[in-house]
């Protein structure tokens, strides 16, 4: 027995020497791309007019530095990352295929996570796909030819794996002549995913190097030919389109390296006067929380809000009292109440937290309820830490549970979003996702909001759209933050319109959307805000904004602002309360 066990350990150990000896490889492999410096021009020509969907060439500047991979990720890396392999075509440095773009995100995050608890890269660094614009600049190398080496495709077979000269994927990376800047396989081989969402012609695309992240298509862009495709598909300008979901055996990745951004997106609003007056004031109504999240409406018009110090209170708009509802909570984090005025809680991971999904029937005014669980985990695992929640049309309620605080051991092996049915039976809604936080369902049931807040990752403005198959299509960026305090709770208005609590110090406040996630009006707070609702009936203009009540966040509280707009909520109001 204790020589099997020493066997294990032994085996054990070897796995974690080789993985770190092939991201320690990995990260030797990254070739520095410092645009307007020596051989790298600042500005480039992308695109040609060969065909309308490389039309019009336009030019683009780059603005950063970055680094990227001199092979696309081969089967041995892939597989010390993510644990498994998926590829149809095996060899240890042949290049990893029959991955989707999700799992290729998916691989960059876990990679850049275990390169950072190695030291490999700087806690501000992470691997992540090129964007169209980055592919392009490389594949050129400076050119204004259909191939970085001219235009003669004769030459073709010297530097790549394409339909002329392949049987199938089974060569080793980097068996090909290498373009002038030491980047292999970049004119074929795989076709390469990128982070770029579709963009017909360039049309609105950024010209300083970045990526299309917003799109009327949730389709994303591939570039460089495969071993499947023709000289003509090979051209640095080639542009090719699938499904984010799609796995094939010519579609592979590279990596990029580099720094996360320092600054957040700029957030510029166009409509500010359509949602509050220039003289609106933000009234504190309570102010002694060590955190306050997930503010509800009540079918009484009385608004509840969580202390995740392990306290539900609930405010009384016409006595304009705070009182204790239930203590301990559960450490409940989002609140929500059913349209039958049962209070839902999402209990968290810290000390002494449920971390499951409770329900409590009978709840009038002040008065609590029996406190049951609806859901107490997934696939027989408790859940990581469930945080918001949004209740659609026909019940279902979508509920996020990414991980931030807490020392229980973690049983499920990802973040993300799960469905829940009236009857607590749980399903996964969304795994596309690092953190997801905040969350909301359209009144028509069929897109789903999600804010994906990762400290040292994504930082997003999520769409879901719903499915004739009942699974959720591939999300769209709304919105990226890029850095800085991503999005934490939501709530919508009945015209649509996303209230986001976000932003820290002076970026701290209620960062308003469109549908479409265009910004239209930004309400300050005083601290880091962390969730908002209407309130119901002659309140139904009012927002609820749980919030630190300085920049320090020596304290948390619930604050109101009238706004223009009236709120959109599922809960019904007991006649008095209705309008």
């Known amino acids: 027995m204790w020589y099997l066990i020493g066997l294990v350990a032994l085996s054990a150990a070897s796995d974690d020497a080789q993985q770190m000896e092939l991201l320690r490889t990995f990260r030797e492999e990254f070739v520095a791309i410092t645009p307007g410096e020596g051989k790298f021009p600042v500005t480039f020509k992308q695109g040609s007019d060969d065909s309308s969907f490389t039309s019009p060439v336009r030019e683009v500047r780059m603005t950063h530095p970055f680094a990227i991979a001199k092979y696309e990720v081969p089967q041995n890396l892939w597989e010390a990352v993510t644990g498994k392999n998926p590829s149809r075509w095996k060899g240890e440095r042949n290049s990893a295929e029959m991955l989707s773009h999700r799992e290729a995100v998916a691989f960059c995050r876990h990679a850049t996570q275990l390169m950072r608890e190695q030291k490999l890269i700087k806690p501000t660094e992470e691997i992540r796909l090129p964007s169209e614009s980055e592919w392009e600049y490389c594949c050129r190398v400076g050119t204004t030819t259909k191939y970085s080496f001219g235009d003669d495709e004769k030459e073709l077979g010297d530097y790549c794996w394409f339909h002329g000269n ?11 002549k290498p373009n002038a800047w030491g980047l292999y396989d970049m004119h074929g081989y795989l076709r390469e ?20 992240l917003r799109g009327k298509s949730t389709s994303r862009i591939l570039r460089g030919g495969s071993w499947k495709d023709n000289a003509e598909c090979c051209t640095s300008f080639y542009r090719a389109i699938d499904d984010p979901d799609s796995r094939d055996d010519a579609i592979g990745l590279r990596c990029v390296l580099a720094e996360v951004p320092t600054e957040p997106t700029p957030f510029q609003p166009a409509s500010q006067e359509r949602f509050v007056t ?129 020392d229980d051991p973690r049983e499920l092996d990802f973040e993300g979003v799960f469905a829940i049915k009236p009857d607590g039976t749980t399903g996964i809604a969304v795994q596309d996702v690092e953190k997801p936080n905040g969350i909301l369902v359209s009144a028509d049931g069929k897109r789903l909001i999600v804010a994906d807040n990762n400290p040292i990752g994504a930082r997003q403005l999520l769409s879901f ?52 996630g265009d910004p239209q009006a930004f309400i300050p707070t005083p601290g880091d805000p962390t969730n908002c609702c209407f309130g119901g009936g002659k309140d139904n203009s009012t927002l609820y904004i749980t919030a630190a009540i300085d920049r320090a966040g020596s304290k948390y509280g619930l604050f109101r602002i009238s706004t223009i707009r009236n709120g959109y909520h599922l809960v019904k109001l007991q006649p008095g309360v209705a309008e």
Request: hydrophobic content about 35%; overall charge negative.
């Open 278 to 406: 220039p003289d609106a004031k933000l009234e504190l109504l309570w102010g002694e929380g060590e955190f306050t999240e997930g503010p509800a409406l009540a079918p009484d018009g009385s608004i509840l809000f969580s202390d995740i110090g392990n306290t539900i209170w609930r405010f009384d708009p016409a006595t304009k009292k705070t009182e204790k509802l239930r203590d301990p909570s559960g450490r409940a984090n989002g609140l929500m109440f059913t349209p039958a005025g049962q209070l839902l809680a999402c209990e968290g991971a810290n000390t002494g937290g449920g971390r499951r999904l409770s329900i409590t029937t009978g709840i009038q005014g002040g008065k609590d309820g029996t406190v049951k669980t609806l859901s107490p985990g997934f696939d027989g695992k408790k859940f990581n830490s469930p945080n918001d929640l949004a209740i659609a049309p026909n019940g279902t309620i979508f509920m996020s549970d990414p991980r931030y605080v807490g």
């Open 465 to 516: 759209y719903l499915q004739a198959d009942g699974q959720f299509a591939a999300k769209s960026v709304l919105w990226d933050f890029r850095a800085g305090r991503g999005i934490d709770g939501m709530t919508l208005d009945d015209k649509k319109a996303i209230y986001a609590t976000a932003g820290t110090g002076k970026h701290a406040g209620i960062y308003v959307f469109n549908s479409s």
């Open 193 to 212: 995913w990128c982070s770029d969402m579709l963009q017909p012609n360039y049309e609105n695309a950024p010209v300083d190097g970045g990526p299309v």
């Open 166 to 176: 392949a049987a199938g994927n089974d060569p080793a990376v980097g068996a090909k």
